[in-house]
């Protein structure tokens, strides 16, 4: 069954990933990671993105880090974690861990090696890894300045309304505020759009947004 949507609001941090001066991942001092968003009023933590270097990091290293994120979390902020990437198992076994381990949200990129050229090629991507976590709330994570795809999301939400039944919305990360208006208003409003670009965020929220991710939210969250 399909959780209800969680209704994402306000500041959601787009934490880093800690390392230690080897390189290796630092996943100890998550929890105090966690304490500083929570002290800060931030609401959620969107991890392993783009901030979090998810496309430097193992499938191991992901998988410890959201982990360790979840387990210090409590409940106490929303969890939303990215798995997305070039590899669709590892997409499909990342979203399959984030379910188990408690995740409120698991969210995907569109792959930037081999891209999607068409909207129902990204459908197509997308499908098995939400389908992969299907209590989750699913995002498409639309970032074209990272990833170099730059398809019509909101046709795309269109489309994956009728595949996807745990498509929750897109994390918007774009200066194209004519489609981000045209997706929050897609299948009567049924999606969420989260605002992705902080240096916009007085925009997105004109526009009709009403949660935000991004990395300044890590420290200096009292700006916005």
């Not at 106490?76 to 798995?83: A, D, T, W």
């Amino acid at each position: 069954m399909i959780k209800a949507k969680p209704n994402l609001i306000g500041l959601i941090a787009a934490p880093f990933t800690p390392m230690d001066e080897k390189g290796d991942i630092n996943p100890g001092i998550i929890g105090d990671y966690v304490e500083h968003l929570i002290s800060n009023n931030v609401n959620g933590a969107f991890i392993c993105g783009t901030t979090g270097e998810s496309a430097s990091l193992t499938t191991g290293e992901r998988k410890s880090v959201a982990e360790r994120w979840v387990s210090s979390a409590r409940g106490r902020l929303k969890i939303i974690v990215h798995v997305g990437g070039t590899s669709l198992p590892q997409s499909i076994e990342l979203a399959s861990h984030a379910q188990e381990i408690g995740a409120d949200c698991i969210a995907a990129m569109a792959p930037y090696f081999f891209k999607p050229a068409t909207v129902s090629a990204l459908t197509d991507f997308m499908e098995p890894i939400a389908a992969s976590a299907p209590g989750l709330p699913f995002y498409y994570y639309n970032m074209p300045s990272m990833t170099g795809v730059d398809l019509p999301v909101d046709q795309f939400l269109l489309m994956a309304d009728k595949r996807i039944p745990s498509l929750a919305g897109v994390k918007y990360t774009h200066t194209n505020l004519k489609e981000m208006q045209l997706c929050l208003n897609a299948c009567n409003r049924k999606f969420e759009v989260l605002n992705g670009f902080d240096e916009i965020l007085i925009t997105g929220l004109a526009v009709g947004a009403v949660a935000a991710v991004g990395s300044t939210y890590n420290y200096m969250p009292f700006v916005y």
